[in-house]
């Protein structure tokens, strides 16, 4: 039986920055991978996803759907990031910390992989 879930953003999310994406890191030298095996689809402004490896669904609300597209367009974090705060009304700070911890979450449920993108 397949195991769903739902991945929010802008949330009160509690972690510690992992090395890779950390207060200091440039956000222009990371991008995200998505794997082979992911397969998803958008629904009405929500995102939904299916991990073909574990059979699990997740789903993303408008916010976190946003930031999927966006991870799409563009080729680097800081790209995403300046993106999300010409589009909505958030602190730069606030911000990076809400998209950080949400790829945190994805790469955490292995959905994502963030790199440092290649020179």
């Not at 939904?48 to 966006?70: A, H, N, P």
């Not at 974090?77 to 909505?88: H, I, R, S």
């Not at 700070?93 to 979450?105: K, M």
Request: with cysteine; charged share 25%; glycine share 6%.
């Amino acid at each position: 039986m397949a195991h769903c879930s739902t991945i929010n953003i802008f949330c009160l999310v509690i972690t510690m920055p992992s090395e890779k994406t950390g207060p200091n890191t440039d956000l222009r030298t990371l991008q995200v991978v998505i794997p082979d095996e992911l397969i998803f689809q958008d629904l009405d402004g929500e995102t939904v996803l299916l991990d073909m490896k574990s059979g699990q669904y997740f789903g993303m609300d408008e916010t976190g759907s946003r930031i999927w597209k966006l991870l799409g367009e563009y080729d680097n974090l800081q790209e995403v990031l300046d993106a999300l705060l010409a589009e909505y009304d958030v602190a730069a700070d606030i911000c990076r910390q809400e998209l950080l911890a949400f790829l945190e979450n994805l790469e955490t449920s292995g959905l994502v992989t963030v790199e440092t993108a290649e020179s």
